[in-house]
């Protein structure tokens, strides 16, 4: 069994192609799926942050994701223009990854090593199930949107999501911004067991984990 009782003591990270297409910001043409990479809390379920990004899963869609996992996202909300509160920020103790090359790279085991985050790196797949059922159920709400893929295959035939994408890439993380703030307060009792954690831990983490080119 896999039993976590503190908040940040194993967080699980992964990654996923999204079910939709999005459009460019100036003409709102199609520009094809973007990536998601989701990070949640075991013990709590929070979600500690997610990127959603063109550029394929790696170490720098995984720095970007760390340093939302630690920082206090007011200002990255402000930005969105998402009004809510998600208080969920801090170190993690553990990371719960699966064996893929981003989650083994010289970056990420330098920051991590530096702040004393372990990784731990999951023997079967079934092993990631918090993260994976956190993405499948995620996943499952942009069928709403315009631009899904998703559905069964008669339904994709008849429906061709280029046409029908609206949403731009900015848009998008702003609605899954807003429908992680509804999953906060309504789903579980996750703001009891929010984790804020000081200005200079978040500096630091920061610095640590900030992406890093590697020859």
């Known amino acids: 069994s896999f039993i976590v009782e503190q908040p940040l003591e194993v967080v699980q990270i992964d990654h996923t192609p999204m079910d939709i297409v999005v459009v460019d910001d100036l003409y709102r043409q199609p520009l094809g799926k973007p990536y998601l990479t989701l990070a949640t809390d075991v013990a709590t379920r929070c979600v500690l942050g997610f990127v959603i990004s063109f550029v394929p899963p790696g170490a720098a869609t995984v720095s970007l994701c760390m340093t939302l996992i630690v920082s206090p996202k007011a200002a990255w909300l402000k930005q969105l223009g998402v009004v809510g509160d998600w208080p969920m920020a801090g170190l993690p103790k553990t990371l719960h990854l699966d064996g893929a090359a981003e989650f083994k790279s010289k970056a990420l085991k330098r920051g991590c090593g530096q702040y004393g985050v372990e990784l731990v790196y999951r023997e079967r797949t079934h092993h990631g199930g918090h993260i994976e059922r956190l993405i499948g159920t995620k996943m499952s709400k942009l069928k709403s949107l315009p631009g899904a893929t998703g559905g069964s295959p008669k339904a994709r035939r008849s429906y061709d999501p ?53 020859n």
């Not at 890439?169 to 804020?196: M, P, S, T």
Request: aromatic share 10%.
């Open 162 to 214: 280029d046409k029908h994408a609206a949403l731009t890439l900015g848009e998008l993380e702003a609605w899954f911004a807003r429908r992680f703030g509804v999953f906060h307060q309504h789903a579980h009792d996750f703001r009891a067991k929010a984790q804020i954690i000081d200005r200079a831990q978040i500096v630091a983490a920061q610095a640590a984990l900030a992406i890093e080119h590697e």
